[in-house]
């Protein structure tokens, strides 16, 4: 079965500082990978994917994020966080069978 | 397009009692989902399908039950809500499961409450 597990449950940055958000996953085949963001209130948005050739993916809002298949990790980055960057953040994978699993959140505050 | 909707908004039910939760999408998406999310957690998958006809379990699927004779229509049936099942239902739909215009759609969620 596969599994995704997200290593910071909070973490709390000041504005400008950088980000990067652990997510480790476990499937012995071919998956898609997936950040989500989900503000206070609103429901899911896709930041970023990646299902093949470059490893490192950019996203929207400056996010990115770098799969690197021999440690099972798609970890989030971004270089500067703003105070609009407070939300909850969540790895996903989707396998070839079209079953998906999410990690449950990295819940991420940002000071001003 | 109205993308991925979800009936009720809220609901609340009395313990043993049922109820459907209504999804529908008219993207013509092949592959559907029902997640649920729980307070500070992430989403955990009920059940999937693929497309008309197939149905198949996700993680959480026990007290739940799910149906897809079209491919527009997913409803989610709980037969005897029980407290455990308090919380906030999500569906959402997909082309296929790869691809690089592959993005997953959510609904807007309906807040289930069991007393």
Same mark, same amino acid.
């Given at each position: 079965?596969?599994? =995704?597990?997200?290593?910071?449950h909070?973490? /709390? ?6 980000? !990067?958000? *652990?997510c480790?996953y476990? $499937? ?10 989900q503000? @206070? ?18 996203? /929207?809002?400056?996010? %990115?994020? !770098? ?9 989030? +980055?971004?270089?500067s =966080?703003?105070w609009?960057?407070?939300? %909850? $953040? ?5 396998? #070839?069978? &079209? ?12 000071? @001003? | 397009?109205? *993308? ?6 809220? +609901? ?18 092949? $592959?559907?989902?029902?997640? +649920?999310?729980?307070p500070?957690? *992430? ?7 693929? &497309?008309?006809?197939i149905?198949?379990?996700?993680? =959480?699927?026990?007290?739940? #039950? ?5 491919? %527009?229509?997913f409803?989610? +049936? ?19 499961w790869? *691809? !690089?215009? $592959? ?10 409450? =069991?007393?």
């Amino acid at each position: 079965a596969q599994s =995704v597990s997200q290593h910071n449950h909070h973490v /709390i940055l000041s504005e400008a500082a950088s980000l !990067e958000l *652990g997510c480790n996953y476990s $499937y012995g085949g071919t998956v898609n990978l997936f950040w989500y963001v989900q503000y @206070p209130g609103q429901h899911l948005q896709l930041l970023l994917k990646y299902f093949s050739g470059d490893p490192l993916v950019k996203g /929207i809002k400056g996010f %990115e994020a !770098e799969f690197i298949k021999s440690k099972f990790s798609f970890n989030l +980055r971004k270089p500067s =966080v703003q105070w609009s960057d407070t939300a %909850e $953040y969540f790895c996903a994978v989707i396998t #070839n069978a &079209g079953k998906s699993t999410f990690g449950d959140g990295t819940t991420l505050t940002v000071k @001003p | 397009n109205a *993308g991925v909707t979800q009936t009720p908004k809220f +609901r609340i039910l009395k313990i043993g009692q049922s109820m459907t939760l209504q999804c529908t999408q008219d993207m013509n998406h092949n $592959y559907m989902y029902w997640y +649920r999310q729980d307070p500070g957690m *992430g989403l955990k998958l009920i059940y999937y399908s693929v &497309g008309a006809g197939i149905t198949d379990k996700g993680e =959480v699927p026990n007290g739940y #039950n799910v149906s897809r004779s079209t491919t %527009e229509d997913f409803p989610l +049936r709980l037969e005897l809500a029980a407290p455990s099942q308090t919380s906030v239902y999500f569906c959402a739909s997909s082309f296929g499961w790869a *691809g !690089e215009n $592959y993005e997953q759609y959510f609904g807007p969620g309906t807040r289930l409450t =069991v007393t």
